[in-house]
């Protein structure tokens, strides 16, 4: 069937049956074939654009309104529909792909990001793993993943507490969405950014590192797993969230005051009731213990310490930590630690910088001795070495540097 041919049937429905049937014609074209032309590629993007998104105007031709919100709601609910229904991973990548890659309409990605947050809320496993292929193809740091993924934590991880077991569960029935995710998430934060860390909100960072701790392979997700794409797509390298964590971590004492979070919770007490003894309602305070922001980056450290032993490769090249997204600590501790010299601070007096070298010892030590790093690692130690004295870190460069 010609692409007019497919255009005139698809005429004959009214939104938002015309959207539903136009994603099974463009199924039809792009997927099933030993290779897709420009022509039917082209033909698929009109499709898209006329029937699915109605950003033109059939008659005219010229770009209409776009869809009010009822209908963004009504072509969402296909979508899912459509993604859920659909058992072969590589047509269903294909075809969302089709639908919000390139994404320079902010209107799409309006709609890609309700659609993301909503799946986020019901656990649809099948729209969250072709979220996370979209952040993947697209790159977990371009201005488009990370305007989706501002648009989530802002839709789920802001003062809002009482889905964290929801959220929690992601790890498990969508792992390859939560590495990226995570991954995105670390470029939004503690970058320094005209001289300013912005930090996590507190509830965002309570789930990533829940996620991180329980599940050591977690990080690894999007790599140990490829995203199934068609014939002749070029698959973008996935990128471990490691690196952002490292950083995070490392550049947490430096930023967050050592805090107490005491909670009193009134529970009911257990007492062996005694035989003719009159039932009573006894109830007793105890002290919830809520772990602080500085506990939080603690726990993370260690579940980063753990996916650096489960990101060991024992067949090929390394691919867990570029080397180079590493090196970008130096300068923000070397800002911070010059920070405390014009105060007249002496650097290996202050505990928050030595902890955060610490820390960046224990990182670059398991992930060297676990060959986990790939990139120029000799570079790496030259400019570690630049930092200011830390006994750990200056045996780990050496020892290090001798190997090479």
Same mark, same amino acid.
């Given at each position: 069937?010609?692409?007019?041919?497919?255009?005139?049937?698809?005429? +004959?429905? &009214?939104?938002?049956?015309?959207?539903?049937?136009a994603?099974?014609?463009? =199924?039809?074209?792009?997927?099933?074939?030993?290779?897709? $032309?420009?022509?039917?590629?082209?033909?698929? @993007?009109?499709?898209?654009s =006329?029937?699915?998104?109605?950003?033109?105007?059939?008659?005219? !031709?010229?770009?209409?309104?776009?869809?009010?919100?009822?209908?963004?709601?009504?072509?969402?609910? @296909? @979508?899912?529909?459509?993604?859920? $229904?659909?058992?072969?991973?590589?047509?269903?990548?294909t075809?969302?792909?089709?639908?919000?890659?390139?994404?320079?309409?902010?209107?799409?990605? +309006?709609?890609?990001?309700?659609?993301?947050?909503?799946?986020? $809320?019901?656990?649809?496993?099948?729209?969250?793993?072709?979220?996370?292929?979209?952040?993947?193809?697209?790159?977990?740091?371009?201005?488009?993943?990370?305007?989706?993924? &501002?648009?989530?934590?802002?839709?789920?991880?802001?003062?809002?507490?009482s889905?964290?077991?929801?959220?929690?569960?992601?790890? /498990?029935?969508?792992?390859?969405?939560?590495?990226?995710?995570? /991954?995105?998430?670390?470029?939004?934060?503690?970058?320094?950014?005209?001289?300013?860390? +912005?930090?996590?909100?507190?509830?965002?960072?309570?789930?990533?590192?829940?996620?991180v701790?329980? %599940?050591? *392979? #977690?990080?690894?997700?999007?790599?140990?797993?490829?995203?199934?794409?068609? %014939?002749?797509?070029?698959?973008?390298?996935?990128?471990?969230? #490691?690196? !952002?964590?490292?950083?995070?971590?490392?550049?947490?004492?430096?930023?967050?005051?050592?805090?107490?979070?005491?909670? =009193?919770?009134?529970?009911?007490?257990?007492?062996?009731?005694? =035989?003719?003894?009159?039932?009573?309602?006894?109830?007793?305070?105890?002290?919830n +213990?809520?772990?602080?922001?500085?506990?939080?980056?603690?726990?993370?450290h260690?579940?980063?310490?753990?996916?650096?032993?489960?990101?060991?490769? *024992?067949?090929?090249?390394?691919?867990?930590? %570029?080397?180079?997204?590493?090196a970008?600590?130096?300068?923000?501790?070397?800002?911070?630690?010059?920070?405390?010299?014009?105060?007249?601070?002496?650097?290996?007096?202050?505990?928050?910088?030595?902890?955060?070298?610490?820390?960046?010892?224990?990182?670059?030590?398991?992930?060297?001795?676990?060959?986990?790093?790939? !990139?120029?690692?000799?570079?790496?130690?030259?400019?570690?070495?630049?930092?200011?004295?830390?006994?750990?870190?200056?045996?780990?460069?050496? /020892?290090?540097?001798?190997? @090479?």
């Amino acid at each position: 069937m010609s692409l007019s041919d497919i255009k005139h049937s698809l005429k +004959k429905y &009214e939104f938002p049956v015309s959207a539903k049937e136009a994603l099974i014609r463009i =199924e039809q074209i792009l997927v099933g074939r030993a290779g897709t $032309s420009n022509k039917q590629v082209d033909g698929a @993007i009109e499709i898209i654009s =006329e029937f699915v998104f109605c950003e033109t105007d059939r008659r005219s !031709g010229r770009r209409s309104g776009g869809l009010t919100p009822l209908q963004q709601l009504q072509l969402i609910d @296909i @979508i899912c529909d459509y993604l859920s $229904s659909c058992t072969n991973e590589s047509t269903k990548n294909t075809v969302f792909l089709s639908l919000f890659g390139g994404m320079e309409s902010q209107r799409r990605l +309006k709609i890609l990001s309700i659609l993301a947050s909503m799946a986020v $809320s019901a656990s649809s496993t099948s729209v969250l793993l072709a979220v996370g292929v979209w952040l993947q193809q697209m790159g977990c740091s371009s201005p488009q993943s990370l305007q989706l993924v &501002e648009n989530v934590i802002r839709d789920h991880f802001y003062l809002n507490t009482s889905n964290q077991m929801t959220l929690k569960a992601l790890a /498990t029935t969508a792992p390859q969405f939560v590495s990226n995710f995570i /991954t995105a998430v670390t470029e939004l934060y503690l970058h320094d950014v005209q001289g300013v860390n +912005k930090l996590p909100p507190k509830n965002l960072l309570e789930v990533i590192t829940s996620w991180v701790y329980s %599940n050591p *392979t #977690l990080c690894m997700s999007a790599q140990l797993n490829p995203a199934a794409l068609s %014939n002749g797509a070029i698959p973008m390298a996935a990128v471990t969230p #490691l690196a !952002g964590l490292i950083h995070w971590c490392a550049l947490a004492p430096l930023y967050i005051e050592t805090d107490s979070e005491m909670v =009193e919770v009134a529970v009911p007490f257990k007492k062996i009731k005694i =035989e003719g003894e009159k039932e009573q309602s006894i109830v007793k305070n105890y002290v919830n +213990k809520s772990l602080t922001e500085s506990e939080l980056y603690i726990k993370l450290h260690l579940g980063v310490l753990h996916s650096l032993r489960a990101g060991r490769r *024992t067949h090929g090249p390394p691919t867990a930590v %570029n080397a180079q997204h590493l090196a970008g600590l130096v300068p923000l501790v070397q800002a911070y630690a010059h920070q405390l010299l014009q105060r007249g601070v002496k650097l290996h007096t202050d505990d928050k910088l030595q902890d955060c070298l610490d820390r960046i010892g224990q990182s670059v030590q398991v992930a060297l001795a676990n060959g986990c790093v790939y !990139g120029n690692i000799n570079n790496l130690l030259t400019l570690l070495d630049t930092l200011p004295e830390n006994r750990l870190l200056r045996i780990i460069i050496k /020892t290090h540097q001798q190997a @090479i």
